[in-house]
């Protein structure tokens, strides 16, 4: 296994609040890599310090060979990382295809508008919003809109896409649907990286996990192992769940 | 040297009254995140009511402040439920477009009452002599009088059921809600006090100097400039904005002809808005 | 369903781009809404000589100048979202530098006001780079400093005759053939920049840097976040916004016979322009036309009644603020709400 990214060292601080700490992880080629932490660990920083929505204060990030620490997050988007956001940023007043049309314009592959059209249209097929590409973005539900988030990131071709809690607010037939997905894109050679509070459902779709608390790196390993990890256990507060959901769901 | 020091000691004195106009806009700005762009219509509109006051019943311009502060209240609330209410938390350029309508109005109809030709307020105040240079008494008692507004403001905002409530609808308006304030009400309230605020400073403008129906444009410009050297929605900050500008100004007029003073005045306000968007004094706001 | 899923993923994964930029011009050339533009621009070219009348000119080359700054404004307020309130500055400095170019160094009149529009873009998207930084109202307020700087700045400068302006004598239209014909000259050549304008609306939006823009204009941090280059992307708008006004400016001015700093940099025809877009409709192509064709016309009325002439500002804010508050899609997204099939032919 080769690694897509490497997170060297990341550090960012807020004011006194020392939000991510020294941390780092490997993302490798082709896997699913599930990041969990209880709240406030610091997960969607690392996930703003990543596409470059916020620099880091000290470490490196290396994604396909490249160094794109500090990068701006639309120069960190050519580079093939898209993301689908935990609180939805859909452009409302555009419709669906607009939505995943600039995700594919501006993307990793630079698509002129027609090429670009038709990536949209087949992306939006594929997350099952094939039937609502002319209406507009403002007009879909909440699970619409989840879709239309994962839609856009990857109407880029991205190589790495970060998901953030997009099974957040989703209800179980959703959910499962939702999981079809992921497992979908996946399969299509996307790595994934994804940030997940439904136990079940990171524990069985991902291949390794990386546990955070308080900005550090608390442990990393297969969902069994992390699930069977005595301190992970203290920083849930020994929830249960976690290890319950985790025998669940590990085939 | 010092003909300077006396220029910028001028200065000071008239921009305390910038001051008190910023902090009417600044208030607004700060409760309900809208620029209010009649500001300036207001300003004028305050500069006439103590013309009229002063010309119908012969009283002190300095006695009539206080019913300037009443009118403009009520004119303020009265504008609110009419124009701004509706476009509150939308996009910023409905806010603009809103308030500017209003100016528009307020300037239309005031040429047509009162076309555009200069006015002025008469007021005598025994100057006060430093050396050879002597400070003008109506500069002098604007300021004291614009200091004293500021202070009441303070008090007011910090100490009394009304003022909190604005300071609580500025923090959060939601909490404020759950917490069983009428926001609406409070932010009518608000809009009255920084519209009340403009017109005193207007009336205090008017007797300093001549003034037209379009003389609003002008303060209105100075009010912007002084809002972002205090920090926009930073009441305490707009009078050291207010008097920062005066000091500019008082600098300035040895040196450049007044005809400059407009080219300074907003290549500054540009820069200190590239430079500190939140601006230079805006420590209070957390 | 879940493996029909994965299967339709994996052939979105695999695409291969394989159109070309001429196709794309060849599907613009069939879009009958083009066409609709080109027809326009001749009517309103050609009626006045058609109909002999000289005061139809005067009228439909205020209209086609107010078309030119609405329009060029619709693509900072309508599309990217940003609100220019000093959008006039394009207008005056473009125009002292166009009629100081054909007066004072006798350089063709084209060519000053191609120089005029080149020289002020390059200012805005320099300028741009730092103001754009600003959002929502410190934008707004920073592009109102950004005018009266320039306006003092004008009104101070000699050269450019300070606060009186330059005056254009007779001579000044010689190269053109006499007072008479550079009038019409400089009418059809603000009829060709209004036109001008309207195929910049309609290219933007139907172009990839449009939809960029567009993305800016709903959501500029998630618009980043998706690739869209936005210091960029914003600077060149601003800057493109600014061209065709500027060129407009040195026409309009040129055939006034004066130009002088209140008239130039007045922040009131900057919001005129505003209250145009909001009229017909922001973020459409034909929004700000049929804007400024009615507001032309209602201020023409206003002006030639007596009772009205001293409430025009008046009536004009009365009428903004019931847009602002009741319409705030315009005549066109109202229109455009009710009758769905207009969509094709009003962009």
Redesign the interface.
Same mark, same amino acid.
């Given at each position: 296994m080769t690694a897509l990214l490497q997170a060297v060292d990341l550090s960012r601080r807020f004011g006194g609040v020392q939000a991510v700490s020294e941390l780092t992880f490997d993302v490798n080629q082709g896997e699913i890599l599930g990041l969990i932490g209880p709240n406030g660990a610091g997960k969607s920083t690392v996930f703003n310090l990543l596409?470059g929505?916020i620099a880091p204060d000290t470490g490196q990030i290396i994604f396909d060979g490249a160094d794109i620490t500090g990068l @701006? @997050?639309?120069?960190v988007?050519?580079h093939g990382i898209?993301?689908a +956001?935990q609180i939805m940023? @859909?452009?409302?007043?555009?419709s669906v295809l607009?939505n995943c049309?600039?995700?594919a314009?501006?993307?990793r592959?630079n698509?002129?508008?027609?090429? !670009?059209r038709? !990536?949209a249209r087949?992306?939006a097929?594929?997350?099952?919003l094939g039937d609502r590409v002319g209406a507009l973005a403002g007009s879909l539900t909440t699970a619409g809109k989840k879709r239309l988030e994962m839609a856009?990131a990857?109407s !880029? +071709?991205p190589k790495l896409l970060l998901l953030d809690e997009v099974l957040a607010g989703l209800n179980p037939t959703e959910i499962e +649907?939702m999981i079809?997905?992921i497992?979908?894109?996946r399969?299509?050679?996307?790595t994934i990286l994804m940030i997940e509070h439904v136990m079940r459902a990171i524990m069985s779709l991902s291949d390794r996990i990386v546990v955070i608390n308080l900005g550090k790196r608390l442990a990393e390993g297969t969902p069994r192992e992390i699930a069977e990890n005595p301190e992970v256990i203290k920083a849930y507060l020994g929830d249960s769940k976690l290890l319950t959901t985790a025998e669940e769901g590990v085939p | 040297m010092i003909g300077i020091l006396a220029s910028v000691v001028d200065g000071v004195l008239v921009g305390a009254v910038y001051g008190l106009a910023a902090m009417g806009l600044t208030l607004i700005w700060g409760v309900m995140n809208v620029i209010n762009l009649s500001h300036g219509a207001i300003i004028v509109l305050g500069m006439f009511v103590v013309y009229f006051l002063t010309g119908a019943t012969g009283v002190s311009a300095y006695l009539g402040i206080p019913l300037v502060l009443v009118v403009g209240f009520l004119a303020g609330i009265i504008i609110y439920w009419v124009s701004v209410n509706r476009v509150i938390g939308r996009p910023i350029l409905m806010s603009l477009l809103a308030t500017f309508a209003l100016n528009m109005i307020i300037i239309g109809l005031g040429t047509a009452a009162w076309t555009t030709s200069p006015y002025n307020v008469p007021v005598s105040l025994p100057g006060i002599t430093v050396g050879n240079y002597t400070f003008t008494g109506t500069h002098i008692m604007a300021a004291v009088i614009a200091s004293v507004v500021a202070g009441i403001l303070y008090l007011f905002l910090h100490f009394t059921r009304p003022g909190k409530a604005i300071r609580a609808v500025a923090s959060n308006r939601d909490a404020a809600e759950l917490n069983g304030i009428p926001t609406r009400q409070v932010l009518a309230m608000a809009f009255g006090l920084g519209v009340a605020l403009a017109c005193v400073s207007g009336a205090l403008i008017a007797t300093l100097f001549p003034f037209t129906v379009l003389s609003g444009g002008a303060y209105q410009l100075k009010s912007f400039v002084v809002t972002v050297l205090g920090g926009l929605g930073n009441p305490a900050g707009a009078l050291l904005g207010g008097i920062a500008l005066g000091m500019v100004e008082g600098l300035a007029t040895p040196f450049t002809p007044v005809s400059w003073t407009p080219i300074i005045e907003f290549g500054l306000f540009v820069l200190v808005l590239i430079a500190f968007p939140r601006g230079i004094f805006a420590f209070t706001k957390a | 369903?879940?493996s029909s #899923?994965?299967?339709? #993923? $994996?052939? /979105?994964?695999?695409?291969k781009? &394989? &159109?070309s930029?001429a196709?794309?011009i060849y599907?613009h050339l069939r879009e009958p809404f083009l066409w609709l533009i080109v027809v326009f621009t001749a009517i309103v070219a050609f009626a006045p000589v058609v109909m002999d009348d000289v005061s139809m000119r005067e009228s439909l080359l205020l209209a086609a100048v107010y078309v030119t700054l609405a329009s060029n404004l619709n693509l900072m307020i309508g599309y990217a979202g940003y609100v220019n309130f000093g959008n006039i500055v394009f207008f005056g400095l473009g125009g002292y530098i166009g009629v100081y170019l054909a007066t004072s160094w006798h350089v063709n009149l084209v060519l000053s006001v191609l120089a005029g529009g080149v020289g002020v873009s390059a200012l805005a998207y320099l300028f741009g780079r730092g103001i754009l930084g600003l959002r929502g109202a410190f934008f707004a307020l920073a592009t109102i400093g950004v005018n009266e700087a320039i306006h003092a700045f004008v009104t101070n400068f000699e050269p450019w005759g300070g606060a009186t302006g330059i005056y254009l004598s007779m001579d000044a239209y010689e190269p053109l053939g006499g007072p008479m014909s550079g009038l019409w000259f400089c009418y059809y050549l603000i009829v060709l920049v209004m036109g001008l304008s309207l195929l910049l609306s309609y290219a933007i939006k139907?172009?990839?840097f449009g *939809? %960029?823009i *567009?993305?800016i %204009?709903?959501?500029e941090? $998630? /618009?980043? #976040? *998706? %690739? #869209?280059?936005?210091p960029r992307y914003k600077a060149i708008i601003y800057a493109v916004s600014g061209f065709l006004p500027a060129v407009a400016g040195g026409l309009y001015f040129f055939k006034s016979g004066i130009i002088e700093p209140n008239g130039a940099f007045d922040l009131t025809t900057s919001i005129e322009a505003i209250v145009m877009i909001m009229l017909g409709g922001a973020?459409t192509v034909t929004g700000p036309v049929i804007g400024a064709f009615l507001y032309e016309e209602l201020r023409g009325f206003l002006l030639v009644s007596e009772t009205f002439s001293h409430l025009q500002l008046v009536l004009a804010g009365v009428l903004l603020l019931i847009i602002v508050l009741f319409v705030p899609g315009g005549l066109l997204g109202w229109l455009r709400a009710r009758l769905p099939w207009l969509r094709k032919w009003l962009q």
């Open positions: 596409n929505v @701006p @997050p639309y120069t988007a050519r898209a993301r +956001h940023q @859909p452009l409302l007043g555009l607009e049309m600039v995700g314009c501006f993307g592959e698509m002129n508008l027609a090429d !670009a038709e !990536a087949e992306v097929q594929s997350v099952g856009r990857l !880029a +071709h +649907h079809e997905t497992r979908g894109i399969k299509s050679g996307i | - | 369903m879940s #899923v994965s299967q339709e #993923v $994996a052939k /979105a994964g695999t695409f781009p &394989h &159109h930029i196709e794309e599907r139907t172009s990839k *939809l %960029g *567009l993305a %204009g709903q959501n941090d $998630a /618009a980043a #976040v *998706l %690739g #869209v280059p936005t973020g």
